[in-house]
């Protein structure tokens, strides 16, 4: 990968766009946190169609995240009650779901 494509990579994450990436032979998969370590792992904008979910502290800004997951269920049971989930899609349209039933 050339200079300019890996900058192009990084300003995407930093834009919000998410980001997968795979040991040099490995599979792609998400990357909550990239390291962008380009020695050792390759870097690409997010190309399968991943929904990631998002535990809040329920306040009236959301404004840090507790944790991310990779399927609702996980995030259910890292939410307390009184917590919010937001499911992120690829194009970064939010869904507002709870753990109150």
């Not at 990968?1 to 040099?24: C, F, K, P, W």
Request: charged share 30%.
């Amino acid at each position: 990968m050339n200079l300019s494509a890996m900058i192009s990579v990084m300003r995407s994450a930093l834009s919000g766009t998410l980001i997968e990436s795979r040991d040099n032979d490995g599979d792609w998969s998400f990357d909550e946190t990239p390291t962008w370590n380009w020695e050792r792992k390759k870097y690409r904008v997010l190309q399968k169609d991943y929904k990631c979910y998002v535990v809040f502290e329920d306040t009236p800004t959301f404004a840090t995240p507790k944790s991310v997951h990779t399927t609702f269920e996980q995030a259910k049971l890292a939410a307390s009650k009184s917590d919010v989930i937001k499911a992120i899609e690829p194009n970064n349209v939010k869904t507002n779901l709870t753990t109150r039933d």
